[in-house]
């Protein structure tokens, strides 16, 4: 048993990609094995654009690389119910420069819970849910204001470009957290009286986050 506080938390957005790679197959296995002209190396993070759903628009990091293929850690692709054979071929882009966000005064999520459908039959007199899918989750910045930092311009350029992009959240316990999604930025600050200034940012994830203990 353990508890935590978010405290230390450094939060950082990816701000330079590599050229994308082409994967050509990535296997059924408790760590998926992707099929790639390799130039990335352990603990390299990138993106996965794949044929797989549960796998598409995620970021993972590399656990053993070599010329050819690369594991990806924490991937389970066992099940072929979940993961097609054969289906899993895309892209990966290795994420070259994190940027970190500072002087973030709160960090929270909302979304990803469980949606159900109800159901009942006429001869019932009681109603029945099954599990569907889960809500849209984003992720919302507070930050204090300040033009000049470099996680503020980072997160203005990519609310501009619209483009997909990459957040970790390295824990201070150890570990990090990966979310990818799309970003919107409002640099009009907060004017309450007595308070810091403070601008808001969200970023819309399009895959579910990536969690790594160490």
């Given at each position: 048993?353990?508890?935590?506080?978010?405290?230390?938390?450094?939060?950082?957005?990816?701000?330079?990609?590599?050229?994308?790679?082409?994967?050509?197959a990535a296997s059924n296995a408790?760590?998926?094995?992707?099929?790639?002209?390799?130039?990335?190396?352990?603990?390299?993070?990138?993106?996965?654009?794949?044929?797989?759903?549960r796998a598409n628009n995620r970021?993972?990091?590399?656990?053993?690389?070599?010329?050819?293929?690369?594991?990806?850690?924490?991937?389970?692709?066992?099940?072929?119910?979940?993961?097609?054979?054969?289906?899993?071929?895309?892209?990966?882009?290795?994420?070259?420069?994190?940027?970190?966000?500072?002087?973030?005064?709160?960090?929270?999520?909302?979304?990803?819970?469980?949606?159900?459908?109800?159901?009942?039959?006429?001869?019932?007199?009681?109603?029945?849910?099954?599990?569907?899918?889960?809500?849209?989750?984003?992720?919302?910045?507070?930050?204090?204001?300040?033009?000049?930092?470099?996680?503020?311009?980072?997160?203005?350029?990519?609310?501009?470009?619209?483009?997909?992009?990459?957040?970790?959240?390295?824990?201070?316990?150890?570990?990090?957290?990966?979310?990818?999604?799309?970003?919107?930025?409002?640099?009009?600050?907060?004017?309450?009286?007595?308070?810091?200034?403070?601008?808001?940012?969200?970023?819309?994830?399009?895959?579910?986050?990536?969690?790594?203990?160490?």
């Amino acid at each position: 048993m353990a508890v935590s506080l978010p405290n230390g938390i450094v939060l950082a957005l990816a701000t330079a990609y590599a050229a994308n790679l082409t994967v050509t197959a990535a296997s059924n296995a408790s760590e998926a094995v992707l099929t790639v002209t390799n130039t990335l190396v352990a603990g390299d993070f990138f993106e996965f654009t794949s044929g797989w759903s549960r796998a598409n628009n995620r970021v993972f990091r590399v656990k053993s690389p070599s010329g050819t293929t690369i594991v990806v850690e924490g991937l389970d692709t066992t099940s072929t119910t979940a993961f097609p054979a054969g289906s899993g071929a895309g892209t990966i882009r290795k994420i070259n420069t994190w940027t970190q966000i500072t002087q973030i005064m709160g960090c929270t999520s909302s979304g990803g819970e469980p949606q159900y459908q109800t159901y009942s039959f006429l001869e019932q007199d009681f109603d029945s849910q099954i599990p569907t899918t889960t809500s849209a989750q984003s992720v919302a910045l507070e930050i204090a204001d300040d033009p000049a930092l470099a996680g503020y311009q980072a997160l203005k350029a990519v609310a501009q470009s619209r483009a997909t992009t990459a957040l970790r959240a390295t824990l201070p316990a150890g570990g990090f957290i990966l979310y990818n999604g799309i970003c919107a930025f409002d640099e009009t600050p907060s004017l309450s009286k007595g308070n810091l200034m403070a601008v808001k940012a969200g970023i819309a994830l399009q895959g579910r986050p990536v969690r790594y203990a160490t």
